[in-house]
């Protein structure tokens, strides 16, 4: 079999035929490239589809989650300096975002499915503590009900950083709607990805949906009235036209990565990988698919000889990131997160995965070793 890619990102955007080209040439006609009506039809699309009453698009995943702490810090009249908790394994932007809103994200370790918990938030509680990250790690739902008790009890906000979950569900309820914000990327490898870089913030809030709009707008309510030293950050016209596109089809493509988790959870020798959430298929909506071995490095160096691509979600933690050396709080160790950052291993996952594929991968990892 051929080169089994981690993403083919060509083949992805070409499934949706002319629609994506359509959609782009509407707004290149149209004459509007900013703040027009493409973007208020996605925000309004998005906050139903999450279920949140306010949308508001942004430039990207981390502004997202900067404006939302940045709205909070406001909105509370939180201190520089006040403390967020994040979990240790996740993707920077999570933390570079609470040190960009000028307050101290503070670590804590991360559970059997890579996810911080309220119980593990509660080993880093200070007073200074005013809110907590739990971020939807892979594509798997955090504890939101427990997260939402947790928080209250201890008069705490909650962010939810949704980038890698988009139409993942609790209880029937979709993340993007628990927490008093939450942060979606519209990262092209992402669930729901842009043609280029996008993002939103969803709340039920509408002083904090305003906020971010003010903030995301230099700061002002009207134009030329700066009330704010904001920045510049915009979903453009172009990206909410495709995203209202390939939203329509989110659903059944996170259907697909279900059913390519199942044939993973089916192929793969247990005793000799981890599967991620013990082969159960029904949580995730599979952002990544993220196995664990002891045998890693020599895992993914095998699997390229024999031309699958892998990918490692991620191979530090937040503590071992230079960029944070000198802003993030670690009260506590995370053994877990560091587990995972020596044993994860992505593989290939996505809508237009075949079944023969899966087997063949399947076949290439049962016969390592
Ligand atoms: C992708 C991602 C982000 C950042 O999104 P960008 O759009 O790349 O800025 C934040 N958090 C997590 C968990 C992500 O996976």
């Not at 939103?200 to 700061?219: F, S």
């Not at 087997?359 to 070793?369: D, L, Y």
Request: proline share 6%; charged share 15%.
């Amino acid at each position: 079999m051929c080169h089994i890619p981690f993403l083919p990102l060509q083949r992805l955007t070409a499934s949706y035929g002319s629609e994506l080209t359509e959609a782009v040439q509407r707004v290149v006609q149209s004459g509007y490239y900013l703040n027009g009506e493409a973007l208020a039809e996605f925000e309004q699309q998005f906050a139903h589809y999450v279920q949140a009453p306010h949308c508001v698009g942004v430039a990207s995943g981390l502004d997202a989650l900067m404006l939302s702490l940045m709205a909070m810090k406001q909105c509370y009249d939180w201190s520089d300096g006040d403390e967020v908790i994040v979990p240790d394994m996740t993707f920077v932007a999570t933390a570079l975002a609470v040190v960009r809103a000028g307050l101290v994200p503070v670590s804590a370790d991360v559970d059997d499915n890579g996810l911080l918990t309220p119980e593990a938030a509660q080993r880093v509680l200070s007073a200074r503590t005013r809110a907590v990250v739990p971020v939807h790690l892979y594509g798997h739902p955090a504890p939101m009900p427990a997260f939402m008790a947790w928080a209250e009890a201890h008069g705490l906000l909650v962010l939810e950083d949704a980038a890698q979950a988009h139409g993942a569900s609790v209880g029937g309820r979709p993340v993007g709607s628990w927490g008093h914000m939450a942060a979606f990327s519209f990262y092209p490898g992402k669930n729901l990805g842009a043609l280029g870089d996008g993002g939103a913030v969803t709340t039920a809030h509408p002083q904090l949906a305003e906020h971010v709009r003010i903030l995301a707008n230099y700061g002002a309510r009207q134009k030329y009235k700066h009330e704010y030293p904001g920045i510049n950050s915009r979903l453009d016209e172009v990206q909410a036209a495709v995203l209202s596109v390939k939203l329509r089809r989110l659903d059944a493509d996170n259907a697909r990565r279900r059913q390519v988790a199942a044939w993973y959870a089916q192929g793969l020798d247990r005793s000799m990988y981890r599967l991620p959430y013990g082969g159960d298929v029904t949580q995730s909506v599979f952002h990544l698919y993220p196995l664990r071995t002891s045998q890693r490095d020599a895992l993914q160096r095998y699997l390229a000889e024999h031309c699958i691509d892998t990918l490692i979600h991620y191979p530090r933690t937040l503590r071992q990131q230079p960029a944070l050396s000198a802003s993030l709080r670690t009260p506590q160790p995370c053994q877990q997160a560091q587990c995972w950052a020596e044993h994860e291993l992505s593989l290939p996952i996505h809508p237009l995965l075949t079944l023969s594929e899966v087997q063949h991968i399947c076949e290439v990892m049962n016969a390592f070793g």
